[in-house]
């Protein structure tokens, strides 16, 4: 049922760097905030970043300074940037967009009960 598909995940030595991608089958993802999330083996799921329609981001304290949300020229492709990675930072990365388009607000982009439409998840191992 997942209509987003999340890739660029991998293997990358501490300090390094990692672009992910995330994009939408059926409908147009420019219409809509993307939230990026997170979730380590028995831990949380977790917010980390999210961007709106028009571009407006938002960052977990986490990776705040690392991390970089943006759309492509279409607004149809949403990366994540990830530079000086931590091994803190290994975990599954999902995107999900809300039900509503043009749908933003800092109190709830980070949380996941805001969104309904996941990615199946892309793997970023942190690691020396």
């Known amino acids: 049922q997942s209509r987003l598909v999340e890739s660029g995940g991998g293997l990358v030595q501490p300090g390094g760097s990692l672009r992910l991608s995330c994009t939408a089958s059926?409908?147009?993802?420019?219409?809509?905030?993307v939230g990026w999330f997170r979730q380590a083996p028995g831990k949380e799921r977790e917010g980390v970043s999210c961007i709106s329609v028009t571009g407006v981001t938002h960052y977990a304290d986490s990776v705040k300074g690392r991390f970089t949300a943006e759309r492509d020229n279409t607004g149809n492709t949403v990366y994540l940037l990830m530079n000086n990675l931590k091994p803190e930072d290994t975990a599954v990365y999902y995107c999900?967009?809300?039900?509503?388009?043009?749908?933003?607000?800092?109190?709830?982009?980070?949380?996941?009960?805001?969104?309904?439409?996941w990615g199946q998840g892309t793997q970023v191992i942190v690691s020396s």
């Open positions: 999900a967009s809300p039900p509503e388009s043009n749908w933003y607000a800092i109190s709830w982009c980070l949380q996941a009960l805001a969104y309904d439409n």
């Open positions: 059926e409908f147009e993802l420019r219409s809509y905030t």
